[in-house]
């Protein structure tokens, strides 16, 4: 089965920004959709950003719009988010997910889930 590996997380000062990366175990995988999610401590899960895996069509929650962004290294299979402007209320475990499916705001409907990489904004 193949395993999603988050990179890239770490600690910023607020008004930073970071890139979180997405490497399938895989190279051939191509799911229908990838996404990331977030979650805060004591939080549900909260979708982020999801865009179909076969072309540049972005989805974004309402909270990061505008703010954060998705791109794909085709070649080596690889996803990115990249975090702007970042602020204290970003701090959370990001998680990107693949769905065969269809890009979707719920995180049932995703089949595959990383292990997570921390985002720490400080004020």
């Known amino acids: 089965q193949v395993q999603l590996v988050e990179s890239g997380g770490g600690s910023v000062q607020a008004g930073g920004s970071l890139r979180l990366s997405c490497t399938p175990s895989e190279r051939t995988f191509s799911p229908a959709a990838m996404a990331w999610f977030r979650q805060a401590p004591g939080k549900e899960r909260e979708f982020v950003v999801g865009r179909m895996w076969n072309g540049n069509a972005e989805w974004h929650g309402a909270s990061v719009k505008g703010r954060f962004t998705t791109s794909r290294d085709v070649a080596k299979n690889v996803l990115f988010l990249d975090l702007r402007n970042l602020t204290p209320e970003d701090t959370a475990i990001y998680y990107c997910?693949?769905?065969?499916?269809?890009?979707?705001?719920?995180?049932?409907?995703?089949?595959?889930w990383g292990q997570g990489t921390q985002v720490t904004v400080s004020s």
């Open positions: 997910a693949a769905t065969s499916r269809s890009l979707s705001h719920l995180t049932t409907e995703y089949d595959t």
